[in-house]
């Protein structure tokens, strides 16, 4: 062969070759699974709470994870941590008199966003939500508007009145303190004619952070996000010696696939549209990461949701089968399994609607904002004895099957980061 031939061809061969090695389809590590798991459900981290030091040593460990695989940094940031400051509010001191007679603590309860409120009839608007209405709307609905009310609830809706109660009258949380209005909930079928209303509440604020990847398409208006929440309940009702949370499936698991997926798609050509891999903190107190998140981003340019929660174990149906919450109300679902390549796993419907799990994950912030956005998990949720408990520990995940969810996870979406498929948007005015 002449020399001056050979020494053309070599660099050609060397990209004709690296062309290969970058178009072929990267693998899902059962091992990088199986390590991230561990090391965030293990022992030190104890449990994960979102309020506990500990939360910020697992924002660490994602970090660097999303830092070896090569990811960016969300715009405007400086490193991986999108933070806020929550602030939580505590009424220390309460009274509340309504047409002359004074009620009980037990039949009322604050939406509050400051730390005094002193109300005596004419200062605030007067709302009810009547027996005939949909508590759950109406309540929304109020305390979503930028009006400070007294709201009177029927006694009709004993039974939701006392559900919220139960979590707002121990303690609220707000990101903009004394920078929006407050609401005051009373149970009663009375008349509001006067009123005279007290609360002096205990503040405190708490730096908190999600932690978010980018790994940056061709379309940058045009993103698709992988999320799951990375905290959990902390130290639970111990069992033995054990007290300690450790969320191997609620929700390591989300987060292995988080970072797996993230390596996955590094590993492939630029796609068409962004990728946000975001790790969501607080999700276990009201979804407050992902609440400050939807507050941040243009939801118009947010193509999809996909948010992972409790893969750590086969679904009901079966090992190659995972499950999608409000799968009704896009078409998202039905992309992921018109593009699953393997035809033995299954994407299908929530089967437990009741239990509303569309509205208690993340998904559900971006949902509101029109984004087709869903969670995906496999637990059999009604049998599974390990949820919010001690016993939830790394020994219970299935590995492999974790690591078959993420591939058919990885391998249904490509049509939606590509730029060939888009889902539809969800009409959040059907959502309650």
């Not at 009839?121 to 709302?127: C, F, L, S």
């Not at 949380?173 to 008349?191: E, H, M, V």
């Not at 492999?400 to 939606?416: F, G, L, N, R, Y």
Request: glycine share 6%.
């Amino acid at each position: 062969m002449n020399r001056t031939f050979f020494w053309l061809i070599i660099p050609v061969v060397i990209v004709l070759s690296q062309i290969s090695c970058t178009s072929q389809d990267a693998k899902i590590s059962e091992s990088h699974v199986a390590r991230v798991i561990k090391t965030l459900s293990s022992d030190s981290l104890k449990g994960r709470h979102a309020f506990s030091p500990e939360i910020k040593e697992a924002a660490k460990i994602i970090s660097s994870e999303f830092e070896k695989i090569g990811l960016s940094y969300l715009p405007g940031e400086d490193d991986f941590l999108q933070e806020f400051t929550i602030h939580t509010i505590l009424p220390e001191s309460t009274a509340v008199m309504l047409n002359g007679e004074i009620i009980e603590p037990k039949h009322y309860f604050g939406v509050l966003n400051g730390e005094t409120i002193h109300w005596k009839t004419g200062d605030v608007q007067v709302e009810a939500i009547s027996q005939d209405e949909d508590f759950r709307k109406e309540f929304r609905k109020l305390t979503d508007d930028e009006q400070s009310a007294l709201v009177l609830i029927s006694k009709n809706h004993k039974n939701w009145f006392h559900r919220y109660r139960n979590w707002f009258a121990s303690r609220n949380r707000t990101f903009k303190l004394n920078q929006g209005p407050s609401d005051i909930f009373i149970f009663s079928n009375a008349t509001a004619n006067r009123f005279e209303i007290y609360f002096q509440n205990e503040v405190s604020a708490t730096e908190l952070a999600n932690v978010i990847g980018v790994l940056e398409g061709k379309r940058k208006d045009e993103v698709v996000i992988f999320s799951g929440h990375y905290d959990h309940i902390g130290i639970a009702a111990p069992t033995g010696r054990d007290s300690i949370a450790n969320g191997a499936n609620d929700n390591a698991s989300g987060v292995a696939a988080i970072i797996e997926l993230a390596r996955y798609y590094s590993q492939l050509p630029k796609q068409e549209r962004s990728l946000y891999f975001t790790a969501f903190t607080a999700e276990e107190n009201g979804g407050l990461g992902s609440k400050y998140f939807s507050e941040r981003i243009n939801p118009e340019e947010i193509i999809a949701m996909i948010n992972m929660e409790m893969i750590g174990k086969p679904s009901s149906e079966g090992p190659n089968s995972a499950w999608i919450t409000g799968f009704e109300l896009s078409d998202l679902g039905s992309i992921l399994q018109s593009s699953q390549t393997d035809s033995s796993f299954t994407f299908y419907p929530d089967p437990y609607p009741a239990q509303n799990l569309f509205y208690r994950s993340d998904n559900a912030s971006l949902a509101r904002l029109g984004v087709p956005a869903h969670t995906i998990s496999t637990t059999p949720i009604d049998l599974d004895r390990d949820y919010h408990t001690v016993s939830d520990e790394f020994h219970t995940i299935n590995i492999e099957h974790v690591s078959k969810t993420i591939d058919a996870i990885a391998k249904s979406c490509k049509p939606i980061i590509r730029g060939t498929k888009t889902p539809s948007r969800i009409n959040p005015d059907s959502l309650r």
